[in-house]
């Protein structure tokens, strides 16, 4: 009796043992290295975003369109960035991440490179091969 007592938490305690750590990875914010999507026959290595060095940013200053309550739409959502074959306009997916206005990638780089001068500007620092 006192054994199968024993057995009983000890299997309850690998169970939180295991179940912790999902809890603790199922943050609001996805892991780091998130791979961005390349459009089909892109050139330049695929950019993998980190969220833990934008903590400076609001989510909302990238993430600004919802669906529903409380998801984010995906860049490439139909009516927001999906035209993965124009380089401008706000349509554009390249534009989204390099044009000039502070909300995308590259815009907001320069535009902070005086304060935060780790936010890159040279291409293969967010194209980084392999
Ligand atoms: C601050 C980050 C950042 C920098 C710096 C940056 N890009 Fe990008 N670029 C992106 C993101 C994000 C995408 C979309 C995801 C992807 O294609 O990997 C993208 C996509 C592209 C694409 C379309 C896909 C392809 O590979 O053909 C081209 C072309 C491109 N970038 C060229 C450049 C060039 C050239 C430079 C340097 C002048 C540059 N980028 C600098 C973030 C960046
Ligand atoms: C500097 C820009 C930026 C900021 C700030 C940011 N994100 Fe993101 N996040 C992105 C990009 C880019 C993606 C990829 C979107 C896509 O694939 O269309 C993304 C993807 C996600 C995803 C989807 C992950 C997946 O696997 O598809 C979630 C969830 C998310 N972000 C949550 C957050 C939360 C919560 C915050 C605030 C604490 C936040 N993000 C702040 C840029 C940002
Ligand atoms: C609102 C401003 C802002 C936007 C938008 C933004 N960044 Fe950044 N980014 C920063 C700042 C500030 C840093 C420097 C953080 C530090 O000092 O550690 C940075 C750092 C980085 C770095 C170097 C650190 C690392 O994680 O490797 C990369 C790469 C990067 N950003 C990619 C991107 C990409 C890709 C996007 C668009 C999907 C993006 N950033 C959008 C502000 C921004």
Redesign the pocket.
């Known amino acids: 009796m006192k054994r199968s007592l024993f057995m009983t938490m000890m299997v309850a305690a690998l169970a939180l043992a295991l179940a912790l750590p999902l809890y603790a990875a199922a943050p ?3 892991a780091e290295g ?1 791979a ?2 390349a459009p089909a026959g892109a050139k330049q290595p695929v950019v993998k ?1 980190n ?1 833990g060095t ?1 903590k400076s ?3 909302a ?3 600004h369109k919802k669906v529903g309550a409380s998801e ?1 739409a ?3 959502s139909k009516g927001c960035h999906a035209d993965y074959a124009a380089k401008t306009g706000k349509e554009s997916y390249y534009a989204a991440f390099h044009g000039a206005n502070a909300k995308s990638c590259l815009g907001c780089h320069k535009a902070v490179k005086d304060k935060s001068p780790n936010a890159p500007s040279a291409c293969p620092k967010c194209h980084v091969k392999g």
């Open positions: 609001k914010a996805p998130l961005m999507k975003f969220h934008h940013a609001k989510c200053d990238c993430h984010f995906k860049c490439d």
